[in-house]
């Protein structure tokens, strides 16, 4: 067994705990909806909006995605009608909100804000 198996680290030395990270991260869509997730319960609706150009389809399949790994919660409240869906943020997802606040300070300074 060579070193590079004990350790479980990629041929580049990096830590596969990080590189899991950043494919979760990198998944389209997904750093979006958790940046509109990070205030409040937000309905189905609302996160469509506030993620510009992303199809119901896809946002119903990154929400449950995101639900499986157990960075949102889905809550519902059958007692309403309609009945009301809400998502939100566990612990783990809030976790990231020093990434995104860096994210954003980085995007701020280097990136064109439309990039057409």
């Known amino acids: 067994m060579t070193e590079q198996t004990?350790?479980?680290?990629?041929?580049?030395g990096m830590c596969p705990h990080y590189?899991?990270?950043m494919e979760l991260l990198a998944r389209r869509w997904t750093g979006l909806i958790l940046t509109a997730l990070q205030e409040r319960p937000t309905r189905f609706s609302e996160i469509s909006s506030a993620v510009e150009g992303v199809s119901d389809r896809m946002l119903s399949q990154r929400l449950v995605e995101l639900e499986?790994?157990?960075m949102i919660e889905r809550k519902v409240d059958a007692a309403q009608r309609p009945v009301l869906v809400e998502y939100s943020s566990t612990e783990m997802a809030c976790e990231?909100?020093?990434?995104f606040e860096a994210l954003q300070n980085w995007a701020e300074k280097w990136m064109p804000a439309n990039r057409d």
Do not use: D, L, R, Y
């Open 19 to 21: 590189k899991a990270a």
């Open 68 to 70: 499986e790994i157990g």
């Open 96 to 99: 990231f909100s020093p990434v």
């Open 6 to 12: 004990a350790t479980h680290e990629s041929p580049a």
